[in-house]
């Protein structure tokens, strides 16, 4: 079976991660993307290089699958034009960019629903487009800070925002919710609509359970580094030879985890530990004690251990252990992409949900302007017409 948005045309202006990555995921599932870049190749090119001769760095890579490349001046006269022929084949136009900047060049959704009544917009900005912060622009990091959990990560005086952009990846994911939201709307009602989301919605959403624990008994946490803040044991452990993590959770497993360290009477009766919130609030004890037990073992006996016993662990990995595991080999976690230019192929994550129903797309990223003359071309343009517009840079 063919994927499920097989027919829909999506065109994809977006930048970095919370925009692309959307497109990716409605790629993936059959979705014709069209990605349109600046000529010469959009500002996100470049993040990560690769070396070689390649065009595209690994930031690129990772989130612009199943996608066609068109290059573009849409704030010029004759790239106005492009567009509006292309918002008239489209079913989803995706921009993560403030709305001034969207209006000047007639993406907004009152001028796309003009040139096609059913169209969908996909707006992502860092605030959204009401309230104090409306106009503010901001990236992933902006939204982490903002969110609360940064102030409670890393060790005290020490905040630590997260390497990866969870901000960005969770706005992607809801972008891709809300397309497929009203897709489903417009086939009821033969409707389109405009879904609004936002770097700082997507990081609340995230960390409300730390906002609703505070709001309603005002708990004013700090940080406490690795370790869990509610239940334990939790914690990063040293081995011998490297660090394993374990996350205990509940009474049974807290059972376990007292069993295993050979003292389960001693732990289990102790008042300290006889709730989840009680844990959390002695884990530095109990980190102690697991630390005791993992420094004497080799990593692969400390998960052994906890694997026979039944508690959650796993090893601390560096990027090449991540692609040298022998599970996410075994499983097929990433498929080896060839891309022009690059001294040897990528390694693409596959996309986070299988399905037994259909087959998910498999496209490379694009090079810079690759399907220009096609896309072009089923628009109507003429060959003549085509070499006209690139050589006034308007493709």
């Known amino acids: 079976m063919v994927g499920v948005l097989e027919g829909v045309r999506v065109l994809d202006l977006g930048r970095y991660i919370a925009g692309p990555l959307c497109g990716a995921m409605l790629g993936d599932l059959g979705a014709e993307v069209i990605r349109i870049e600046r000529v010469g190749g959009g500002e996100d090119r470049a993040q990560y290089p690769l070396g070689g001769e390649a065009d595209a760095g690994a930031a690129f890579l990772a989130f612009n699958r199943n996608k066609k490349s068109l290059t573009l001046d849409p704030g010029s006269p004759k790239g106005r034009e492009v567009m509006k022929r292309l918002v008239a084949t489209a079913d989803i136009v995706l921009v993560n960019m403030p709305l001034p900047a969207i209006t000047r060049i007639g993406l907004d959704y009152d001028s796309l629903k003009a040139i096609k009544g059913d169209i969908i917009l996909l707006h992502t900005s860092a605030f959204g487009n009401d309230g104090p912060y409306a106009e503010r622009v901001g990236f992933d990091g902006i939204g982490q800070v903002m969110s609360g959990t940064v102030a409670l990560s890393g060790d005290p005086g020490h905040p630590m925002k997260s390497v990866v ?30 879904v609004e989301t936002n770097l700082l919605r997507s990081a609340l959403n995230l960390s409300n359970v730390q906002v609703v624990e505070q709001a309603v008994i005002d708990r004013d946490r700090q940080p406490t580094g690795n370790r869990m803040q509610a239940g334990g044991p939790g914690d990063l452990h040293q081995t011998q030879d490297g660090w394993v993590m374990i996350q205990v959770a509940g009474d049974g497993l807290f059972r376990r985890w007292a069993k295993l360290m050979g003292e389960e009477g001693l732990w289990t009766s102790d008042p300290r530990f006889a709730s989840e919130m009680l844990r959390g609030d002695n884990n530095a004890i109990l980190s102690e004690r697991t630390s005791a037990f993992t420094k004497n073992l080799t990593t692969e006996e400390a998960l052994a251990a906890f694997a026979a016993a039944k508690v959650p662990a796993g090893p601390l990995l560096n990027p090449q252990q991540v692609l040298d595991d022998p599970h996410v080999q075994a499983v097929g976690m ?52 085509i070499d006209t517009l690139r050589s006034e840079g308007v493709i």
């Open 165 to 194: 952009c969870w901000v960005d990846v969770s706005t992607a994911m809801f972008n891709a919710y809300g397309a497929l939201a009203a897709l489903m709307h417009r086939r009821a009602t033969g409707q389109g609509q405009k």
């Open 334 to 385: 990433y498929r080896q992409v060839d891309y022009p230019g690059l001294p040897r192929p990528a390694p693409l994550v596959e996309p986070g949900a299988r399905f037994s129903g259909f087959d998910l797309a498999r496209m490379r990223p694009p090079t810079s302007g690759e399907h220009t003359d096609e896309i072009l071309g089923g628009l109507g343009y003429t060959r003549g017409e």
